[in-house]
């Protein structure tokens, strides 16, 4: 298996994967169990502001999206589980 190349897109995306599983979107890969953490969720999602807020003018076009894009979806799914709302 060849390692990845290691680029902003590939690590925000990582994290986004994480957040996800920790929203119960999608199974644990190493347990194959869907488990919800609300708080690690929310600790990945603060970190990918962070990450917005102090790479804001040094991103290209294609990596600012999809920033912004995982944010907004991230947001949204951990604004919904938070108040109770079902959103699969």
């Known amino acids: 298996m060849e390692t990845p ?3 902003f897109s590939f690590f925000i995306t990582t994290l986004s994967l ?3 599983i920790a929203l119960g979107h999608i199974p644990n890969p190493a347990t194959n169990k869907t ?3 609300l708080n690690q969720a929310k600790f990945l999602i603060d970190t990918l ?7 804001k ?3 290209n076009a294609e990596e600012s999206k999809l920033l912004e ?5 991230l947001r949204s799914a951990y604004l ?3 108040k ?4 699969d």
């Open 5 to 7: 190349v290691p680029d």
């Open 18 to 20: 994480q957040a996800s």
């Open 49 to 55: 502001g962070m990450l917005e807020d102090k790479t």
């Open 69 to 73: 894009n995982l944010l907004y979806e």
């Open 84 to 87: 109770g709302e079902k959103n």
């Open 35 to 37: 488990d919800e953490d």
């Open 57 to 59: 003018g040094n991103l």
């Open 80 to 82: 919904a589980k938070s």
